[in-house]
């Protein structure tokens, strides 16, 4: 079980984001291009990384461009997968919410465009092992859940969204009931998509 990133950390992964040349390119366009296999080993990785910065005429490091593949490879077994690719890109690509929304869920591929609380807990806590900041992390445990690693408060916040958004109660979420909970006031959307702003942390 993985514990929550630091502060330290957390800038670190804000560095890399800024400079990783990500965030000049659309989401869609990040995940069409990079999540097109089901896993891609690290020379994969990196010629297609650098094939999307030639593409749109963007220069980065050699040595920023491992650190990001070594960031987006989680559990460190040499190649990245969709659960670590999708996570990674829509972090780091640019977009608006609604944008990374759309195109996390037409990642996931299944052909009625609804993803399963499976899919739902992986992609969260992908999400919360890179990017949940301390601030949010106190927030939540100050609304008395007690959670001490990101598999932790993945479970429970795909099994509180799938609780209040799966009317259909069939055990997926479609795009428009996802939404409908992701963009609702009591939710932070923040929460899934850290900006990585000077205020976000
Ligand atoms: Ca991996």
Redesign the pocket.
Known sequence: MQRFPEVAELQQVKDLCCSSGLKQIPVQEGLAFLANRP?LSKSQFLASYAELLQSKGIQVPLEVQEDVFDLF?????????MM?LIPGISLFCGGTDEEKVQAVFRAYGNCDGAISIAEMSAFMSSVFRVGLTPKLLAAINSQGLQVESPEELAYFTALECFQEADLTKDGHLTLDQFKAWFFSPQNDPALFLPRFTETAV
Do not use: L
């Open positions: 896993s490879d989680h559990d460190r077994n040499g190649v990245v997968d670590e």
